[in-house]
């Protein structure tokens, strides 16, 4: 008995480890997946001959011979199936749909309906769905699932979000079932960090790491997340990655998870606007100071500023970026992962800040502790999170493969 399971989970990953190599490397031949997994090529051929019958994947071509007959070449079917994801934040939701290479065929976006309370923005969510599917000329029939990530706290066992703190009354809000019910999909809703981190994972720079940790870097907040070997590790209770609130300053401001000086109290936009503003209060000198009322300045304008050389945008930029750099070092001394991705709205939208950030954590590098410190901007900018949670949909769906 213990032997069939052992040989059905065996051939189960064997399905993952061919399904997964030829997915980041296609097209691939028979010869190299046996290579790269150390299995014969009858076993390859074996599994990948059924993986033919089922459309998952096609022949597309033949490669160079190595002596004797050209080698016929394997890829991802991009039109077998369909995925939707979703990143659901206070100001938009996102969504987008991809074929089977992780491909965006659409996207769309609309103001989140915050104000008009949960249902509302969850049967917003619904429609754009069907609506996207619909005009997609897709067959609905062949999309496997809807990934859905926002701000934690959340529960993605159950699919619940838990009172973020800017969702005001999103207490314990089951997303994830309104959402099955509501467009007949199946559907998996995480934290908008996992789904930053897995869409780099999955389909970016980290593939193929053995550990990885993402920032989440938006205008209200920083989330993480910690990937070993492509697994979220989620720690006790699903806490595990919350860089933003680890404490940087002990004597700084209070923060909404309650201690002082977290974090993503100090990389916040909100505090980048408030020091400007007393900045220009108090008379300093900025390409600013013509603005009527200085606190109305936006974050768009600072960073503007900054990046034509402005000096009072520029400090408080560093100042922000130092913090976020001391958070980075942080991770990298706790963790020491291959490859550190930073994303979110103030990496995509703002070179400057990016570049600033980049140079200070390399600059904290100290070889004692910290072997390596891979810091990389992530791959996919503005659709970052709605491509994890097309991941997450992949993921869910490869592991659930059966050929027989
Ligand atoms: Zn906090």
């Not at 998952?56 to 991009?78: H, Q």
């Not at 606007?273 to 300093?284: F, I, P, S």
Request: net charge negative; proline share 3%; with cysteine.
């Amino acid at each position: 008995m213990l032997g069939n399971i052992n040989s059905e989970t065996m051939r189960a990953t064997n399905l993952q480890v061919i399904f997964d190599y030829i997915r980041r490397n296609e097209p691939a031949s028979r010869r190299d997946i046996a290579e790269f997994g150390g299995l014969t090529v009858a076993a390859v051929s074996n599994i990948t001959s059924k993986l033919l019958a089922n459309g998952l994947v096609v022949e597309v071509g033949a490669g160079e011979s190595v002596g004797g007959r050209r080698p016929t070449l394997l890829g991802i079917n991009a039109d077998c199936r369909y995925a939707v994801g979703i990143d659901l934040t206070t100001k938009q939701i996102k969504l987008v749909i991809t074929n089977f290479k992780a491909q965006i065929i659409q996207e769309c976006a609309c103001e989140t309906p915050l104000d008009c309370g949960p249902e509302h923005v969850l049967d917003s969510m619904a429609r754009m769905v069907k609506e996207s599917v619909k005009s997609a000329g897709i067959d609905p029939q062949k999309v496997i699932g809807i990934g859905i990530v926002s701000a934690g706290p959340c529960d993605p066992e159950r699919g619940i979000m838990q009172s973020p703190p800017n969702f005001p009354d999103w207490g314990n809000v089951p997303i994830r079932d309104y959402i099955q019910e509501h467009t007949g999909y199946p559907a998996i809703f995480d934290k908008d960090s996992v789904g930053a981190a897995m869409a780099e994972y999955w389909f970016g720079k980290v593939g193929g790491c053995g550990s990885a940790f993402g920032f989440l870097i938006n205008r209200a907040g920083v989330g993480g997340a910690l990937l070993v070997d492509g697994e979220v590790f989620r720690g006790f209770n699903g806490g595990a990655g919350e860089v933003g609130h680890t404490i940087v300053d002990v004597h700084g401001a209070k923060c909404s998870c309650g201690n002082y000086g977290c974090l993503e109290t100090l990389v916040n936009e909100q505090r980048l606007v408030r020091e400007v503003a007393t900045g220009l209060k108090m008379g300093r000198e900025s390409v600013l100071d013509g603005i009527e009322d200085y606190d109305s300045i936006t974050l768009k304008q600072i960073m503007q500023a900054a990046e034509d050389g402005d000096i009072l945008c520029r400090n408080a930029l560093d100042r922000m970026a130092d913090y976020l750099a001391i958070g980075i070092r942080n991770i990298a001394t706790l963790f020491s992962p291959e490859m550190i991705v930073l994303s979110g709205g103030m990496i995509s939208r703002y070179a400057y800040f990016t570049q600033t950030v980049l140079k200070k954590a390399k600059q904290r590098q100290r070889e004692k502790f910290v072997k390596c410190m891979n810091v990389v901007e992530c791959s996919f900018r503005e659709n970052q999170c709605a491509l994890g949670a097309v991941a997450l949909v992949l993921e869910k769906f490869y592991r659930s493969i059966q050929l027989d």
